[in-house]
């Protein structure tokens, strides 16, 4: 037996003997993700104790390096993980900005001394990170953000306003994006962390049209943050950004891919019942669920594909664009068709017969994923510039 | 499995796209319908590229053959996409040597296989009856005469059928039951009709009228030939998917170039932002098309009876994507892109057949809907 095999049936040996049942149950709204951190809510007992045992053995975290909390694992062998897991329906014991985005950035371009700060508490699930990107005037052009932060020897003063902060209002700590020179654009931006609880921090939530507030208004007003805390150097902050830009656009595409979830035919085949040849009673919308379910199939392809091309040394960096850009439009899609088939139930707003509508809230909410991480005409630009070579601007 | 391909068929990729691009450029085809050839392939073209072993890849190798997969035959089959070029590839080294491996008796086998490795035969299957794929609706019948069946029916769109020197042909010997029968053009109540295309496809309408059938020419067991057939038929699809595949591919390699060099307005009209889109947005659906077609060759050779979702997917999707390279192939080169005297029009016309060929995107999509329970 090869060594993968025997580390395929020891992790799934391992996985069914301590993943709880409950943890085995299908993701059905976004309120199943542990997102850990100081103050999380904990759904239950088995969800906490699943993020910890996961965590005590990296496997929050499987392909970082041991010393930084991670498992250790090849590519190869975190990968036979992510198919056992899927294979026994596990859910994923922790999901946060610090694991897809923050970490691949310190593993980069972190300092020794800040890698082994931060990447342990993000693979336990101790410390939960938000991200300081987008400003009022700053969103698909992020380079102009303006956000100021003034070096005082070991020290920088931060002041300005963030907007569309993911989570802001639960994040322990914040990477963030600040202007510390005017004389040029993108060569004027630094990358910093610091606590959220430093003095002068402050937070708004937004309300959408889901009726929830997944992101907030962020204030500095004279933050001070140690100068250690800057990763890479002075001024130097754009190209760490644009690196974990791309982890942001696959992780966005990635929602489109979520495999723990009810098959889209099968929630129509509850929803809106079947005839007596077996096909879904509606049968206009039975032809576009095949469809979508076809280009879904594509999509998990594509990714699995990007992702063994990548291992080879044969990927596109540019790749991620196209995968948010299909990512996000199909899951839009998804939930278009998820009300459709849900009908007049799916208009439910409260209630337990609805879960609070889940099925309305997440349609509205999904709306936003063609949005956020770049746009989907920011994505295509970007793979008409980078993939195709098209001139323009 | 990892979705790229290995060396060796990274090999096979670049000979046979070598092979054609010299050999069988879109101007070979061009000069086969312009000449309203007989056959509507070159025979000598067709011995050249079974001499590279490319009509041997799916023949085992006790027959001489190189015993390789589907992995492999799709990418003959998309090359042949790529340059639109006319062979007997999927009518005799795909579908009809898969059926003879499968269901062919020892003699039929050491008869037959070694022959479609040499392209001494033309061997063309006959499944269609109306004008859209239905294969679950064959009416073809094969009653009992004898020892042996007697043949009454017809059928359409059988590729090579004008030229072939063998049919195999599926007909139903029960209420359940079909069986594969192999039939001589030149026996008695066979009526052969050549019918010209749109893409200049090689095809026919055959009708048979109380053709006897003798009992050797029987493949497999009668009323056994379902499952046999769903497997040719996925195999067909599959490479099918991979020939829209590379199709779309040359398309758009062509369009994106157009692009680049045609300038308007004192730019090329690549710049607009409003075509970026849409080439961007073409380009996904082949990358697209490319990840699920690979997948789906792969799940072929790995078991065939549990492929058949994926194929559908697969030949839906690549449909779908050609589809749209040839409609946007054609708008992004303007006026030029309806002349005759441009290749893209080819493509068009290819892109047609082969989207009916064995099963439409909505044929296709209504099987995954059924297989999904739904």
């Not at chain 1, 992790?11 to 951190?37: F, I, K, T």
């Not at chain 2, 073809?140 to 020892?147: I, M, S, T």
């Not at chain 2, 998917?241 to 062509?254: I, K, M, N």
């Not at chain 2, 997948?295 to 449909?319: E, R, Y």
Request: net charge neutral; with cysteine.
């Amino acid at each position: 037996m090869s060594d993968l095999e025997s580390f395929r049936r020891d992790a799934r040996a391992w996985l069914e003997a301590n993943c709880p049942a409950e943890m085995r149950q299908p993701v059905v709204s976004e309120n199943d993700a542990c997102w850990g951190g100081r103050h999380f809510k904990f759904q239950s007992e088995a969800q906490r104790t699943w993020m910890q045992i996961m965590g005590e053995r990296g496997w929050t975290v499987p392909a970082w390096p041991k010393v930084y909390g991670g498992g250790g694992l090849s590519k190869e062998e975190a990968a036979v993980l992510n198919a056992e897991m899927r294979a026994l329906g596990c859910r994923p014991p922790l999901v946060s900005f610090g694991i897809w985005m923050l970490g691949p950035a310190l593993l980069a371009h972190g300092t020794e001394e800040q890698k082994l700060e931060h990447l342990p508490k993000i693979a336990r699930g101790e410390i939960r990170w938000c991200q300081g990107y987008s400003e009022p005037n700053a969103g698909s052009d992020l380079a102009s953000l303006a956000t100021k932060a003034e070096v005082h020897g070991d020290h920088l003063l931060i002041t300005g306003q963030k907007i569309w902060t993911s989570y802001a209002d639960e994040a322990d700590w914040i990477f963030c994006l600040v202007r510390t020179s005017v004389a040029k654009k993108h060569t004027g931006i630094s990358f910093v962390l610091f606590d959220m609880e430093s003095p002068g921090v402050s937070t708004r939530p937004i309300l959408l049209i889901s009726g929830k507030s997944p992101f907030c208004e962020t204030f500095f007003d004279n933050v001070r943050v140690p100068r250690r805390n800057v990763v890479g150097e002075l001024n130097a902050g754009w190209t760490i950004a644009k690196y974990l830009l791309t982890h942001e656009r696959e992780m966005i595409g990635g929602i489109g891919e979520r495999s723990n979830i009810k098959p889209l035919g099968e929630f129509a085949a509850d929803a809106v019942g079947l005839d007596e040849t077996g096909r879904l009673r509606e049968t206009a919308l039975r032809a576009q669920i095949a469809r979508f379910e076809i280009d879904e199939a594509a999509f998990r392809m594509l990714m699995q594909a990007t992702g063994d091309r990548a291992r080879r040394g044969e990927g596109n960096p540019a790749m991620s664009s196209a995968l948010k850009y299909y990512g996000a439009e199909l899951n839009k899609r998804r939930w278009e068709l998820m009300i459709s088939a849900a009908g007049a139930d799916g208009l439910e707003w409260e209630g337990e017969r609805s879960r609070e509508g889940t099925v309305a809230r997440t349609w509205l909410r999904s709306k936003g994923n063609s949005i956020e991480g770049g746009t989907s005409e920011i994505q295509l630009n970007v793979v008409a510039k980078r993939i195709l070579g098209l001139p323009g601007v | 499995m990892a979705l790229v391909l290995n060396e060796e068929q990274g090999m096979l990729r670049d000979s046979v796209n070598a092979f054609l691009s010299e050999r069988a450029p879109v101007a070979h085809l061009r000069k086969l319908r312009d000449s309203r050839d007989a056959v509507g392939f070159d025979r000598p073209l067709w011995r050249q590229f079974a001499e590279q072993g490319y009509s041997a890849i799916l023949v085992p190798e006790a027959h001489g053959g190189l015993g390789l997969g589907a992995v492999e035959a799709g990418i003959i089959g998309e090359a042949l996409g790529r340059t639109l070029a006319p062979t007997p590839f999927l009518s005799t080294a795909v579908l009809a040597a898969r059926t003879l491996a499968r269901a062919g008796s020892q003699a039929q086998q050491a008869q037959l296989l070694p022959a479609i490795v040499a392209a001494d035969l033309v061997i063309a299957v006959a499944i269609d009856e109306a004008s859209k794929h239905r294969p679950a609706a064959i009416a073809a019948k094969a009653a009992r005469d004898g020892n042996g069946l007697r043949l009454d029916g017809t059928k359409t769109f059988v590729l090579d059928g004008h030229v072939a020197d063998r049919f195999i042909v599926a007909a139903r010997t029960a209420e359940r039951g079909l069986t594969l029968l192999l039939v001589d053009p030149r026996a008695a109540g066979v009526h052969v009709e050549r019918t010209l295309m749109v893409d200049t496809h090689n095809a026919a309408r055959l009708r048979f009228d109380g053709v006897r059938i003798e009992a050797d020419a029987v493949l497999g067991g009668a009323d056994a030939a379902t499952a046999v057939l769903d497997e040719v038929l996925d195999l067909g699809r599959v490479v099918v998917a991979a020939q829209l595949l590379g199709l779309a591919d040359a398309v758009f390699e062509r369009t994106l170039a157009y692009l680049k060099e045609r300038r308007q307005f004192d730019r090329a009209i690549g710049e607009f932002q409003a075509l970026q889109h849409r080439a961007a947005e073409l380009y996904i659906d082949i990358e697209l098309t490319r990840a699920l077609v690979l997948g789906a060759l792969q799940a072929m050779d790995k078991d065939p009876a549990k492929a058949g979702l994926i194929v559908a997917q697969a030949k839906a999707h690549a449909c779908t994507t050609a589809n749209r390279a040839v409609q946007e192939g054609v708008q992004m080169h303007g006026g030029m892109g309806m002349t005759d005297e441009f290749d893209i029009g080819l493509y068009m016309k290819r892109a047609r057949t082969l989207q009916e060929l064995l099963g439409d995107a909505g044929f296709h999509a209504d099987r995954v809907a059924a297989m999904s329970g739904y």
